[in-house]
């Protein structure tokens, strides 16, 4: 794919449906009785890879691609049956990190792994807490990666003891080391088949969609400051939901209104939830032309409009519990800190190291081959802005994130910036290209 410069983006747009509400929808809706109707669905891979996994633990799910819509067919809480073959999670973190905790609960024995990406992601982030909570979860090659194992015995043993629930775990207080939302959901699905109330505390606040959502499916869930418990054996019922449009895909539209200049963007539809609005907060630090108009609900979660401007921008310091709140959005950050003036520093964002791939590495590589002034710290990066980028060939290592910041560097770069395997954005945006 080759991206060139443009001297003006004009119009009004919408992004598709959230990516991780559209997997939790998907979870929820098959731990339910009835049926989930869920609008504005992701049709990205790894979306689909939750729905292809949730087909193989025997829940039907109907699947209209082309307007957006599942109906998941949801058998209740102890309803998902043996999978007859691996459940295979392709590039998806959310997926692996959050079924497994499901997995946990169960009567049944399971395998789950995914694509070279997945395996190489650290899985000990899990195995800690549902091992506490009694789980015989095991890492197949004892090295803390998937394929995992999960056994049902030890566990059903457990449950015959305590009470006729086909397979009970401990609730236990987790204290997480490290705010993420999927190991968070983990623990919490984990908790809704324990024996008494499950509560996991992490050091900031990670997006809270999973919260939300089982409070919206029934669960009795309580959530104060950086702490979230569940009740266990909640009585989930089907729901109908619309899905506000991502933030996180919004973010690369954002950027390049602000870069390209002459430009006007506004766009409709995007989730606004605090936990999840860091580069909204980053763009007018910058001093960004950005205005959030026709804030209302869609459900639990606040949707507005996003009215955008070329803008002239400045360094800023981004560290501290605002990281996760744009953990995403790093990639695209970091591009919008070459055309701002002065220095950003961006701190505290250690967790890119083990994302779909290490993106501290791929950001400085390849900014600094598009002429940027950009070095990579422990933790972070530090970018002196206003120098002109120039045109570069783009490894996206496969990552959809970084394919897509790229993309957007190229609009404002002179001469020719190629990206390569730029299909790896199919998994969380796959029409990026075409509205691009
Ligand atoms: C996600 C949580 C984040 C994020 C990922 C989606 C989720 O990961 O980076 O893209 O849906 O829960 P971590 O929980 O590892 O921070």
Same mark, same amino acid.
């Given at each position: ?14 992004? &598709? ?5 559209s997997?939790?929808?998907?979870m ?18 790894? *979306?689909?890879s939750?729905?292809? *996994? ?5 829940i ?6 082309a ?12 309803g ?10 392709g590039n998806?973190?959310?997926?692996i990190?959050?079924?497994s #905790?499901?997995l946990c609960?169960?009567k ?11 395996r190489?992601? &650290? ?5 800690? &807490?549902?091992?506490?909570m009694?789980?015989?979860i095991?890492d197949?090659n ?9 056994n ?18 401990? #609730? ?5 080391p490290?705010?993420?939302?999927q190991?968070k959901?983990?623990?919490l ?13 992490e ?8 919260e ?19 009740? &266990? ?6 729901r ?5 449009g ?31 609005? #860091?580069i ?6 910058m001093g ?5 108009e ?18 002239s ?12 709140t744009?953990?995403d959005e ?6 919008l800190? *070459? ?6 520093v ?15 590495e791929?950001?400085v590589?390849n900014?600094?081959?598009?002429g ?9 990066m ?8 120039h ?13 897509m910041?790229?993309?957007?560097a190229?609009?404002a770069a ?9 299909? *790896? ?6 029409e990026?290209?075409?509205i691009?």
């Amino acid at each position: 794919m080759i991206i060139r410069k443009r001297s003006s983006l004009k119009g009004s747009m919408t992004v &598709p449906g959230d990516k991780s509400i559209s997997h939790r929808s998907v979870m929820l809706g098959a731990l339910s009785e009835g049926i989930t109707e869920v609008e504005n669905f992701l049709m990205g891979d790894d *979306c689909l890879s939750t729905i292809s *996994c949730f087909r193989r633990l025997g829940i039907s799910i109907d699947n209209d691609i082309a307007n957006k819509r599942v109906t998941i067919h949801g058998k209740g809480l102890d309803g998902l049956t043996a999978p007859n073959d691996v459940l295979d999670v392709g590039n998806s973190g959310t997926t692996i990190r959050i079924l497994s #905790g499901i997995l946990c609960g169960q009567k049944f024995t399971s395998t789950i792994t995914g694509d070279s990406s997945i395996r190489k992601r &650290p899985m000990e982030r899990i195995l800690i &807490p549902l091992r506490q909570m009694g789980a015989d979860i095991a890492d197949m090659n004892n090295d803390t990666f998937a394929p995992l194992f999960i056994n049902s015995s030890s566990a059903s043993l457990s449950a015959m003891q305590s009470n006729n629930f086909n397979h009970v775990l401990k #609730g236990i207080h987790y204290i997480s080391p490290v705010a993420s939302a999927q190991v968070k959901s983990c623990v919490l699905f984990a908790g809704l088949y324990a024996d008494s109330i499950t509560t996991v505390t992490e050091p900031a606040i990670s997006r809270n969609h999973t919260e939300l959502m089982l409070s919206y499916f029934g669960a009795s869930v309580n959530a104060e400051g950086t702490t979230v418990s569940v009740l &266990p054996r909640p009585k989930l019922t089907g729901r109908r939901l619309s899905i506000p449009g991502d933030i996180s895909s919004a973010a690369y539209f954002i950027a390049a209104a602000l870069i390209v200049p002459n430009s006007e963007l506004l766009i409709k539809n995007v989730g606004i939830n605090p936990t999840r609005d #860091g580069i909204i907060n980053v763009c007018r630090m910058m001093g960004a032309d950005i205005k959030l108009e026709n804030i209302r609900n869609y459900g639990s979660e606040p949707v507005c409009d996003i009215y955008v401007r070329h803008s002239s921008l400045k360094g800023i310091e981004i560290g501290g519990d605002i990281i996760p709140t744009l953990i995403d959005e790093i990639p695209v950050i970091a591009v919008l800190s *070459c055309f701002a003036d002065g220095k950003t520093v961006i701190r505290n964002a250690e967790e890119l190291k083990v994302k779909e791939s290490n993106r501290l590495e791929v950001i400085v590589n390849n900014l600094s081959n598009m002429g940027a002034d950009i070095t990579a710290t422990e933790d972070g990066m530090i970018i002196n802005g206003g120098k002109p980028l120039h045109g570069a060939v783009i490894d996206s290592r496969m990552d959809h994130r970084i394919a897509m910041a790229f993309a957007i560097a190229g609009l404002a770069a002179d001469g020719d910036t190629r990206i390569l395997n730029p299909e *790896c954005v199919n998994i969380s945006y796959p029409e990026f290209f075409k509205i691009l």
